[in-house]
């Protein structure tokens, strides 16, 4: 069966700080994997997704990238973070069209 | 526009009575439709789908939901509730012929059953 992991769980980090968020998924090969921000217990907002190594579409500018260096690893970073980083990271994956995504247990990221 | 609207921010049921939690959709073609929950602080966990067939489809935890084209929506129910029950609940489509990434959410319907 598969599984999908992500580290940290949790993460308090100071403004201008880096940010690197990691996302695996295991029992699986050639994954799409998906990046997702959830503000204030609500609705999600997809932030990146890629359908193979190195590829890496973003859906919405902003202070963060995503890199997948390996076929089931999924990065999520930042250089110097923001306030507005602050919330709740969730990494999904699923088999590519049409398909059920599943996700990971998430992060959540303090920006002080 | 393609969208997925959950009308009700807060669904409030006493245990053992049914509930129903609202999602219509807008988009063009035959949509895929998901419906998932979300405990405190959890991942989204996937309850059930309908892809084509049976408009009644079943899911897990006693879950089910209607798929009615001709109102565009797939309502989540459930014939008796338990106070587990209690969570977020999103309501999402896939558009068909969509690329990977464009699976759109509803904003979460929040579910609280009381004993």
């Known amino acids: 069966s598969q599984t999908i992991h992500q580290w940290p769980a949790t993460l308090v980090q100071p403004v201008g700080s880096p940010l690197s968020l990691e996302c695996t998924v295991e029992?699986?090969?050639?994954?799409?994997l998906y990046w997702y921000r959830q503000a204030a217990g609500r609705g999600l907002q997809l932030l990146f997704y890629s359908v193979g190594i190195g590829q890496i579409s973003s859906e919405v500018p902003q202070n963060l990238s995503a890199s997948r260096p390996q076929d089931r690893q999924f990065i999520l970073s930042s250089k110097k973070l923001l306030l507005s980083d602050s919330g709740f990271y969730l990494c999904?994956?699923?088999?590519?069209?049409?398909?059920?995504?599943?996700f990971g247990p998430g992060t959540r990221l303090t920006v002080l | 526009a393609q969208s997925v609207a959950q009308p009700e921010d807060q669904v409030n049921v006493a245990e053992g009575n049914p509930l129903t939690v609202k999602c219509t959709y807008s988009?063009?073609?035959?949509?895929?439709l998901f419906w998932y929950v979300q405990y405190p602080n959890r991942g989204l966990q996937f309850l059930l789908k309908y892809i084509t067939g049976d408009n009644l489809v079943k899911g897990s935890y006693g879950f089910e939901a209607e798929f009615n084209k001709s109102q565009t929506s797939f309502h989540l129910k459930k014939p008796s509730a338990l106070v587990s029950d209690s969570a977020l609940y999103f309501c999402a489509v896939s558009p068909q012929g969509s690329s990977a990434s464009k699976i759109i959410f509803g904003s979460g319907t929040r579910l609280s059953i009381r004993p």
């Open positions: 029992g699986t090969s050639n994954p799409n």
């Open positions: 988009v063009s073609g035959n949509p895929y």
């Open positions: 999904a994956w699923d088999r590519g069209r049409p398909d059920t995504q599943y």
